[in-house]
């Protein structure tokens, strides 16, 4: 009898795994894993009036008009800058300390069209140092 070939080529054990690591590496790399804690825990609470440490302006909502100015201020601009935009804030949150040496403050602006979402802003040293929303 005479043994026909094999259909399929043989691959090594080496290659399988340096290919299943190839495909786990660009999983890696897609999949930003900076961002997985933030999935699994919550290192700041919901911005909401339980968070509020003062509370400043309680009629205080921020509309899309004043929100797509607001992301056209660079970050390091000064807090006078951002003021002219957003005005008062909804509420003061506890400062954080972020960085060696810099007291960071927060302040929430609940979004007219979406009350359930707050844009929170940072400041170092009188200076704009971003935003992030939190979502209830």
Request: aromatic letters at 6%; a neutral charge; proline letters at 7%.
């Given at each position: 009898m005479v043994s026909q070939?094999?259909?399929?080529?043989?691959?090594?054990?080496?290659?399988?795994?340096?290919?299943?690591?190839?495909?786990?590496?660009?999983?890696?790399?897609?999949?930003?894993?900076?961002?997985?804690?933030?999935?699994?825990?919550?290192?700041?609470?919901?911005?909401?009036?339980?968070?509020?440490?003062?509370?400043?302006?309680?009629?205080?909502?921020?509309?899309?008009?004043?929100?797509?100015?607001?992301?056209?201020?660079?970050?390091?601009?000064?807090?006078e800058r951002v003021r002219e935009v957003v005005s008062e804030p909804y509420c003061r949150l506890a400062n954080l300390n972020l960085r060696a040496d810099v007291q960071a403050e927060r302040e929430a602006y609940p979004l007219e069209f979406d009350p359930k979402t707050q844009l929170v802003i940072l400041y170092e040293n009188d200076e704009y140092a971003g935003y992030r929303f939190n979502f209830e």
């Open positions: 070939p094999s259909q399929f080529p043989q691959t090594s054990p080496v290659k399988s795994l340096i290919a299943g690591g190839v495909v786990i590496a660009a999983a890696i790399v897609l999949f930003d894993v900076r961002d997985m804690g933030a999935l699994f825990s919550r290192s700041q609470p919901q911005v909401n009036e339980k968070s509020c440490h003062e509370f400043v302006q309680t009629e205080a909502k921020l509309s899309r008009e004043q929100l797509a100015a607001l992301l056209t201020i660079p970050e390091r601009d000064s807090k």
